[in-house]
């Protein structure tokens, strides 16, 4: 009985006991920071690509033409014909370009235009959805759905 209550004072070894337990979740927050700090890293990269492809196709007439071609390779690269990748796992067919014209009426009132330009005013979307494949601990873990990071970009067509 003696030596029960002996080692029941005894605190040799509780900070390894600690250290056992706590171990296992300082590992998983991490890995869970270093998974969500690069899909966020990603998603950074993939929106400055659309804003730049936009911003290039913004100045063409015809932003669905030829330029629409060159304006991907913006997007993905950072140069019309560039090699090196934004994102590795990132490819032109991911982005989609589309226009939309904005009614552009006279006011009553002023008879001025609600905004100034032509009727209708042009507005180039680009835009891609993706799955981030991740580093693979969400999956090690038993999270299989992939991220999906999902951007666009709009800018006014003021043309040439």
Not at 65 to 80: L, M
Request: charged share 20%; net charge negative; hydrophobic share 40%.
């Amino acid at each position: 009985m003696l030596r029960i209550a002996g080692f029941c004072k005894d605190d040799r070894g509780a900070s390894l006991v600690e250290m056992t337990l706590v171990t296992p979740f300082l590992v998983f927050l991490g890995l869970g920071i270093s998974e969500f700090g690069q899909a966020f890293y990603h998603q950074h990269l993939i929106t400055t690509g659309l804003h730049d492809a936009s911003r290039y196709l913004a100045r063409f007439d015809d932003p669905l033409g030829p330029a629409a071609a060159d304006a991907r390779d913006i997007a993905v690269t950072g140069s019309i014909g560039g090699t090196d990748k934004r994102v590795s796992w990132w490819n032109t067919g991911d982005i989609t370009v589309t226009i939309q014209n904005i009614a552009n009426p006279i006011d009553s009132t002023t008879g001025l235009r609600l905004y100034r330009g032509t009727d209708p005013l042009k507005v180039v979307r680009v835009a891609t959805s993706v799955d981030h494949p991740g580093l693979g601990f969400l999956s090690a873990i038993g999270i299989s759905s992939p991220l999906t990071i999902s951007v666009y970009h709009e800018e006014r067509v003021i043309g040439e």
